[in-house]
């Protein structure tokens, strides 16, 4: 994701829409202002993610989301990265 998305709690946002949802994986900040989600679930539950994540946390402004196909890593739960 990028836009104002970090500062705003947005990796916490994450954290809770994939819990209700389902989805493992995790959100870590990157370096140049983006935030890093990785998802792991059902087509349907992971498009609904994408969806929220789009629409952020009231103190974003998501400006664009991208969606990759990536390898399937090992995680159990969702969580946030450093």
Not at 17 to 43: F, H, I
Not at 55 to 66: F, L, T
């Amino acid at each position: 994701m990028h836009g104002r998305v970090q500062g705003v709690g947005f990796r916490y946002f994450a954290q809770r829409q994939a819990g209700e949802l389902g989805v493992t994986g995790y959100a870590r900040n990157l370096d140049d202002g983006r935030v890093e989600v990785y998802a792991a679930g059902s087509r349907e539950a992971v498009t609904e993610l994408a969806r929220m994540l789009g629409q952020g946390p009231r103190w974003s402004d998501v400006r664009g989301v991208e969606e990759l196909d990536t390898s399937l890593e090992n995680c159990s739960g969702f969580r946030i990265k450093d």
